[in-house]
């Protein structure tokens, strides 16, 4: 989604800081859509190789958030997993202690989407 497409969206004008610098970085608003609290990270599209700026990652930490499939916060990695049977996955532990020691509680999954580029990440916390 384009910064343009997402201005529409929320009913509001988007004032980025980052993005607009010489060097620039990736800008994060908070914004609350359809009663979710989310943070959106906007960035220059890498993937097209465009200068178009993009939405390209939403957080939150609402249960009211939920993947296309009905994956939300609170669901389980084998709840996951089997949603996403024959997608490509990739589960990796999460590091401590400046990542020396692998976590016995948390890892990270990563979603592989059927388009180019999209990614959905699930951090999970015992599992």
Request: glycine share 6%.
């Given at each position: 989604?384009?910064?343009?497409?997402l201005?529409?969206?929320?009913?509001?004008?988007?004032?980025?800081?980052?993005l607009?610098?010489?060097?620039?970085?990736?800008?994060?608003?908070?914004?609350?859509?359809?009663?979710?609290?989310?943070?959106?990270?906007?960035d220059?599209?890498f993937?097209?190789r465009t200068?178009?700026?993009?939405?390209?990652?939403?957080?939150?930490?609402?249960t009211?958030?939920k993947?296309?499939?009905?994956?939300?916060?609170?669901d389980?990695?084998?709840?996951?997993i089997?949603?996403?049977?024959?997608y490509?996955?990739y589960?990796?532990?999460?590091?401590?202690?400046?990542?020396?020691?692998?976590?016995?509680?948390?890892?990270?999954?990563?979603?592989?989407?059927?388009?180019?580029?999209?990614?959905?990440?699930f951090?999970?916390?015992?599992?």
């Amino acid at each position: 989604m384009k910064k343009s497409e997402l201005g529409k969206v929320l009913y509001k004008t988007l004032t980025l800081k980052n993005l607009v610098k010489k060097e620039p970085e990736r800008d994060t608003i908070e914004c609350i859509y359809k009663e979710v609290s989310l943070q959106v990270c906007l960035d220059k599209d890498f993937i097209n190789r465009t200068e178009n700026i993009v939405v390209s990652e939403v957080k939150s930490s609402s249960t009211f958030l939920k993947t296309k499939a009905g994956i939300s916060l609170g669901d389980d990695k084998l709840k996951i997993i089997a949603t996403y049977d024959g997608y490509t996955i990739y589960e990796m532990p999460e590091y401590e202690n400046n990542g020396t020691v692998k976590s016995k509680n948390k890892s990270t999954i990563l979603l592989h989407g059927e388009e180019n580029g999209n990614v959905i990440i699930f951090y999970l916390t015992d599992n």
